[in-house]
């Protein structure tokens, strides 16, 4: 049995206080846009020296990339959650669906748009791969079952099937502001990306 390693205090205020600057950046990001956002007004509501913002996150992208990160894990403990109950294909990608719902309730419209477009853009500051993703992840290892157990087309490959689904998840929230539409449209989404994984 591995020992757990208490922190020291140091190591626990750094953590409190770099809470404290992630909290107060998400605020003002909520009110005022990433681009428009100072920082100055950052490190007053944390209570914090301006040069201790860019200790803990050297851009306002980054602070955005700890959101995503977090948020990630999140949907992805609630989606391997639901898996553990569930088999079917057509729930789990429904699943994704309301999990990026819930995520763009947390985040508010603005912010969740914000987010999505760091993910997409090919100058992020951390590059990254699918396999960075969790929810991802999760994704391609129940179409692989799938497969694995004949539901799904033999030459249906896992990966791509699993991106693009999200990829046009994401591109509904991205462009319908209209729930009814919106819910008609993820449907829609959900029974093509079942037909174009179906056994023949």
Known sequence: MTAQVKPTMRESRRLQTRERILGAAIAEFKRSGTAAAEVSAIVTAAGV???TFYFHFPTKEHVLLEL??????????EFAHFLDGTRELAAALTKIAE??????????????????????????????????????????GEIE??????????????????TFF???????????????????????????????????
Do not use: Q
Request: glycine residues 8%.
């Open 166 to 200: 999200l990829l046009g998840v994401y591109g509904v929230f991205c462009t319908t502001d209209d729930v009814a539409t919106r819910d008609a449209m993820l449907t829609k989404l959900v029974a093509s990306a079942l037909r174009g994984l179906e056994a023949r």
């Open 49 to 51: 020296a301006h040069g």
């Open 68 to 77: 995503e990160c977090r948020e990630e894990a999140r949907m992805a403990a």
């Open 145 to 162: 079952r799938a497969l694995g157990n004949g539901d799904a087309h033999p030459e249906a490959d896992a990966c791509y099937s699993a």
């Open 99 to 140: 999990l990026v719902a819930g995520l763009e309730r947390r985040f508010g419209r603005a912010l969740f748009k914000e987010v999505l477009a760091l993910h997409f853009l090919p100058s992020r500051p951390e590059p990254d791969d699918w396999t960075d993703h969790p929810v991802i992840v999760l994704l391609v």
